[in-house]
């Protein structure tokens, strides 16, 4: 025998899943952020230049630093804010991954654990919401 489903089981059956790939992928953020943390070092670094994207709408730092063996490099910041979030001549403290130097990130909250902490809050709120219109 054929019986129909309440409207909010039904809304949660099919919101379900999106409120565990967004947990998910939180979790992949929160993994990823925790692996290069890991293996990062932790120096100081100059803003020697802020560079704009294509559009014209972000500026991006550019850092100069010193890596554990000596070599002066530059890379630019992945995070980019209009307006600008430094000037030229900040010095500010910066991880940077020892094999790929290049890959560099503020020692900041909002540079390393802002989306992933986002993306679990949302994801794991969404999910909790859903189970219980399932339970309703």
């Known amino acids: 025998m054929l019986t129909l489903l309440s409207s909010t089981t039904v809304v949660g059956l099919l919101l379900l899943p999106m409120g565990l790939l967004i947990l998910l992928v939180g979790i992949w953020l929160y993994v990823r952020a925790q692996r290069f943390v890991g293996a990062?070092?932790?120096?100081?670094?100059?803003?020697?230049?802020?560079?704009?994207?294509?559009?014209?709408?972000?500026?991006?730092?550019?850092?100069?630093?010193?890596?554990?063996?000596?070599?002066?490099?530059?890379?630019?910041?992945?995070?980019?804010?209009?307006?600008?979030?430094?000037?030229?001549?900040?010095?500010?403290?910066?991880l940077y991954d020892p094999q790929r130097p290049a890959?560099?990130?503020?020692?900041?909250?909002?540079?390393?654990w802002a989306l992933p902490s986002i993306a679990i809050g949302f994801g794991g709120l969404f999910t909790l919401i859903c189970l219980l219109l399932l339970l309703v």
Request: net charge negative; proline share 6%.
């Open 40 to 94: 990062a070092r932790q120096t100081t670094a100059r803003v020697v230049d802020m560079q704009m994207d294509e559009a014209g709408e972000t500026y991006y730092p550019i850092f100069e630093f010193t890596t554990v063996e000596g070599t002066m490099l530059r890379a630019k910041g992945p995070t980019g804010s209009y307006p600008p979030a430094h000037q030229v001549g900040d010095t500010v403290s910066i």
């Open 103 to 112: 890959d560099v990130r503020e020692y900041k909250f909002k540079d390393l």
